[in-house]
């Protein structure tokens, strides 16, 4: 394999470990296109805990 291809490949590996590090709860999806990976989306959910119901009423 060719230094470029293997920097890439390199490349590639850290972008999709920095996108599953950086999302607490959600999901990653990694976008393949004639073999190749063309684009990672992250997708990240924000959860709030439940508040109790408020008693001024």
Do not use: N, W
Request: charged share 30%; aromatic share 4%; hydrophobic share 35%.
């Amino acid at each position: 394999m060719s230094q470029p291809a293997t920097q890439i490949k390199s490349t590639l590996a850290q972008e999709i470990l920095r996108a599953v590090e950086s999302v607490r709860f959600g999901s990653i999806e990694i976008t393949v296109h004639e073999g190749r990976v063309t684009q990672i989306e992250k997708r990240e959910k924000v959860r709030f805990h439940a508040l109790p119901p408020d008693k001024t009423q």
